[in-house]
């Protein structure tokens, strides 16, 4: 998956949320996907069509945690329903790692059609150090690394859930958690939960009621969710599964900009402002 926020203000922006990034897939992919776009006819000039957009996919939330190192592989699989009864999938995996200082981290990649033979590709590499409030997002098509700061501190802690059972305000509808209980994933204790929030008919646009899913395996070790899926219309099916994790320190060449990126510091234009 790449993002599509290049400018210093969009930048700026990112990093108050790093872990959001928008989905932008090849052209003949997003072909496939939105439809709408401009098509470069045969004699040089191009149709412009109605329609069409992008969509924003949010992975999980690793916050800057001190004293919780991990590295893991993430598999990611996004399924929406096709009009016809059948279902498209995206999916890519990607590795995420934190030290024991709270530095993450994380490389971005394109996320491609299940079974089909399109590689995915890396896209950007992100990296996130609180202590010194810098956040690196590093353009991997560019070798450019943006040089923002980071507000965010490493005392950052992710709350699993809010949510208690009962109805909505103003009868919009109604939601349920559930307490799924201590199991493992990949090897590292996690609780499971399950949030249930049931919108009736009106409330967001929607004739009939609609009824979105989370669920999700917090560990209370490292502060993240080691499995987690959202099943909600507007998007589909979700699904983010830690494959592989070692809770042991990464090596600190992965918290620097990788070699023979072109730095570009906004740090400095912000302060002058």
Known sequence: MDCTLTAPTALA??????YRYMLTLPVLLAVLLFGGMAHAQDDGSVLETDGGGQEILQSIFVPPIAHAPFSLTLATEWTRPLNNGGTYTLVNRRPIKRDGAGRIYQERWLLTPKGSDIPSRLSW?????????????CNAFQHVCELLTYSGSADVHYQPSLFKSGPLANGKGSRTHEDLGASERAGVPVHGYRDTTTLNPGVLGNDLPMTTVREFYYSAELGINLSSVLDAPQVGRETFTVEEISTTDPDASFFQPPEGYTIVDHRKATLAK
């Open 13 to 18: 922006a990112f990093a108050l949320r790093p």
């Open 125 to 137: 590499i992100q990296i996130v150090d609180p202590n010194a409030h810098t956040l690196y997002q």
